[in-house]
């Protein structure tokens, strides 16, 4: 079983930046995918930035790309997302997820994840 905890969320005015970490735990990660999604209030989930267990691929959303960077310590079983120049329009809770997946292609659908952390609240203040 999967078990992905995030922290790291906060209160912070624009501009301002944050880093976000989820610790996972279970099984070996070699095949699995971690992402990073967000949900503002009266809105879907949305993808924010992916990151394959093994290797160097990263990838963002256009509305992210630049301003965060995602990045994993295998060793820890954690993975990050650094979050530059933050804007209010980035307020959201912030979750990871995870699905294990030999695809080529990089899930950027929220329903193509079989585990969830329970979220982090992003607020940024103009």
């Known amino acids: 079983q999967v078990q992905l905890v995030e922290s790291g969320g906060g209160l912070v005015q624009a501009g301002d930046s944050l880093r976000l970490s989820c610790a996972a735990s279970?099984?070996?990660?070699?095949?699995?995918?971690l992402g990073w999604f967000r949900q503002a209030p009266g809105k879907e989930r949305e993808f924010v930035a992916g990151i394959r267990w093994i290797g160097s691929s990263r990838y963002y959303a256009d509305s992210v790309e630049g301003r965060f960077t995602i990045s994993r310590d295998n060793a820890k079983n954690t993975v990050y997302l650094q979050m530059n120049t933050l804007k209010p329009e980035d307020t959201a809770v912030y979750y990871c997820?995870?699905?294990?997946?030999?695809?080529?292609?990089?899930?950027?659908?929220?329903?193509?994840?079989?585990?969830w952390g329970q979220g982090t609240q992003v607020t940024v203040s103009s």
């Open positions: 997820a995870a699905v294990q997946s030999g695809e080529w292609s990089f899930p950027r659908d929220y329903w193509q994840y079989d585990y």
């Open positions: 279970g099984p070996t990660f070699s095949r699995y995918r």
